[in-house]
């Protein structure tokens, strides 16, 4: 794969690792039981996603426990046993034996007769009054994902993985029945991993901030403590001053000197009041300090939540980086190929390349037993694990975070085990919509997408572009390596380097993620590697590069409305977003701006905004041609069929209503505009027609 490309023979690189490497070979050492972790494939995602019954759960967690016991060779209990058998119905069983044989031939399942071997049966419990000697458990072989499912039929955890991710069973990937289901096995445990720390972080953040209050509260307190204290101490100041005779006025009463009691007795007063006033700022201070100090438990016990919800985020990332370390090539490969959504032109056919790259890739890494090692055994070149040698860059200095290993007689590029599973979940969103500030797994922006795709390999990064930068690892692009983040000029767009100067990203200007050309003036950090000590400064801002992930603005003037590669009436319902109403759906930009319209047009007249129309697929272009020749535009160039255009009614549909005079004055806020042939007056007037931009 020239993206971890083949590195020219700079120096030695080291002989072949020795039988028991895991580069060499995919044997580990046996595992204790605690060792072993054995999550539920198919774990549900808190999304839109069909959960599994819990019917279905149950069984997939017998089935489960049953090939765990197996694999240890221990005696299979009745339930256990019968769980096995009854996991899937023999109906389910054949369907989808049926949907992975179609996808390797290239046609459709045929019906409910399955293809393929049978499935192995499950081991029968002895009989009772025997007594059955259970094998001492066996050296096992393989990673901890292979041993997961090796003995269990591959029908009865495809269809419940299959369920959780809400994936067809003929959309699976091509490759064989077990490394197929690993893969769904994998993907299915990373997103819960990942939904799970997401949920953590948001904790997290509430609890930041109720600390951040707390800490305010604290300040303030602790200002009327010192605010308390001083009037306490400027008052006993002045008693200290005073002598007994301003302390007591009344003592200087003279029973000869009667005119001088009214006086006498004012100062009493005063000096009576002055007292009071102390008296009440001694104890305004004592409930200033008992506040602060009931304000300081409050910030120790915000602190210590917040401590604890990032301490649980934290062991989240280390269990999915302990995950993915244990993920064969061959796995990560499939995994690539799960998810992704087909595009038209040019763009699906380099989409497809750099898969097809990839894949090579990781099928060399396992055809040769290399196992990419873990991130954190690659970052010192002085040791590396047994059979890599460092990977040197053009000067012949060593380049952290990757190592290289020999296959046959040559070096190849060998990436961390969290980098692969990173770009594995990369290039499983091809096709995914862009959407501002959405972070997946549906839609993406540009830093949403890289950070939902090192989620997947263990890593949390920032949410945006800047902060992306800010943190990372800077390094030259001359020393490029796969699964950087490469930065635009100016930093607003960012993307993951694939190599041969391919990059993946949600990108802006297409509306999709999808694979683009490096840019000239890139920059880049890897991930990997060690955080720096300060953040990165700021790149510079560029002037023309103000639009969302760093989009360029719009010209003036009339543009292609063609867009993500597609044809018009072409395009997957999947690389659209819904309006809420009757399945209609426009491009993700044009619908966030229909639902601001609509909004301001439910504020004017207290009634939802009607529509008759959005995207129009070929075939409803077919047909409204079918019903409606003389109105319909020629199957293939309606304006509906590049998903930026409404038919709207109730009263918009008429011109001069309010409605439609409403729209004709504000719409263009909200980036709709009817053009020219569609108002009164025009070529073909059709009040209720409104496009996003002017695409017509």
């Not at 639009?547 to 010209?555: T, W, Y």
Request: charged share 20%.
């Amino acid at each position: 794969m020239p993206a971890p490309r083949t590195p020219a023979r700079a120096s030695t690189p080291r002989t072949a690792p020795p039988a028991r490497s895991r580069t060499t070979a995919r044997t580990t050492p046996a595992r204790t039981p605690s060792q072993t972790r054995t999550r539920a494939a198919g774990a549900p995602r808190r999304d839109a996603r069909p959960p599994l019954t819990p019917a279905e759960a149950a069984a997939l967690r017998d089935a489960l426990a049953a090939r765990d016991a197996h694999t240890r060779r221990e005696t299979l209990a009745r339930g256990q046993a019968a769980a096995l058998r009854a996991g899937v119905t023999p109906e389910q069983l054949a369907a989808a034996r049926a949907a992975v044989a179609a996808r390797r031939s290239g046609s459709r399942p045929t019906g409910g007769r399955g293809t393929g071997r049978r499935p192995a049966p499950a081991r029968r419990a002895p009989a009772r009054g025997r007594t059955k000697r259970t094998a001492p458990p066996a050296e096992r072989t393989g990673s901890r994902w292979s041993t997961r499912i090796g003995v269990v039929a591959t029908s009865a955890l495809l269809l419940p993985a299959v369920l959780a991710l809400g994936l067809p069973v003929s959309d699976l990937p091509a490759g064989s029945d077990d490394t197929v289901t690993l893969a769904l096995t994998a993907r299915s445990s990373l997103l819960e991993q990942a939904d799970l720390y997401r949920r953590l972080e948001q904790t997290a953040d509430q609890r930041r901030a109720r600390l951040q209050q707390a800490e305010t509260a604290e300040q303030a307190a602790r200002e009327r403590v010192d605010e308390q204290r001083s009037a306490v101490g400027s008052g006993a100041a002045v008693l200290y001053r005073s002598g007994p005779a301003d302390r007591l006025p009344v003592f200087s009463l003279d029973v000869r000197d009667a005119d001088a009691a009214p006086t006498v007795l004012r100062q009493q007063a005063v000096a009576d009041r002055i007292g009071s006033g102390i008296e009440t700022a001694v104890v305004r201070a004592e409930r200033a300090a008992a506040d602060l100090v009931a304000a300081g438990a409050r910030v120790d016990a915000a602190r210590a939540d917040l401590a604890l919800a990032e301490e649980r985020a934290a062991e989240v990332l280390v269990t999915v980086r302990s995950e993915v370390d244990d993920l064969p090539p061959e796995v990560s490969g499939v995994l690539a190929g799960i998810g992704s959504i087909p595009v038209a032109g040019p763009q699906q056919a380099r989409n497809d390349a750099v898969m097809r790259r990839w894949q090579d890739y990781l099928t060399r890494l396992a055809t040769a037993g290399i196992a990419p090692p873990p991130a954190a055994s690659l970052t010192d070149p002085a040791a590396l694990p047994t059979g890599f040698s460092p990977a040197l860059d053009a000067d012949g200095r060593p380049v952290p975070g990757v190592a290289w290993a020999v296959i046959g007689n040559q070096p190849v590029t060998v990436l961390p085990a969290e980098t692969v599973a990173a770009v594995s979940n990369a290039l499983s969103q091809l096709g995914k919509p862009f959407v501002p500030g959405s972070t997946g797994p549906e839609t993406y922006d540009c830093g949403g997408f890289t950070a939902a795709s090192w989620l997947m390999g263990g890593y949390a990064l920032g949410r945006s572009p800047q902060d992306q930068w800010a943190g990372g690892s800077a390094v030259p692009v001359r020393d490029l390596q796969v699964g950087d983040l490469v930065f635009s000029p100016g930093g607003t767009d960012v993307g993951m380097y694939l190599g041969d100067g391919d990059v993946v990203g949600a990108s802006a200007a297409t509306y999709q993620v999808g694979v683009r050309t490096l840019e000239p003036g890139a920059s880049a950090v890897r991930v990997t590697a060690p955080a720096p000590a300060q953040p990165n400064a700021p790149l510079p801002v560029l002037a023309d590069r103000t639009g969302d992930c760093g989009a360029p603005l719009p010209v003036a003037g009339p543009v292609s409305p063609a867009w993500g590669g597609w044809s018009n009436g072409r395009i997957p319902v999947e690389a659209l977003c819904r309006l809420g109403v009757d399945g209609h759906a426009l491009r993700c930009d044009a619908a966030a701006s229909y639902g601001r319209l609509a909004e301001a047009y439910t504020a004017e007249f207290g009634t939802p905004m009607c529509i008759t129309d959005s995207y129009r697929s070929f075939g409803a272009q077919v047909g409204a041609y079918y019903r409606k020749p003389t109105l319909a535009a020629v199957p293939g160039t309606s304006n509906h069929g590049w998903a930026l255009a409404v038919d709207l009614c109730d009263g918009i549909n008429v011109a001069g209503t309010p409605q439609w005079s409403w729209m004709t004055a504000h719409a263009a806020r909200f980036g709709f505009v009817q053009p020219d042939w569609a108002r009164p007056g025009g070529e073909k007037p059709e009040p209720w027609h409104w496009e996003y931009g002017r695409i017509s």
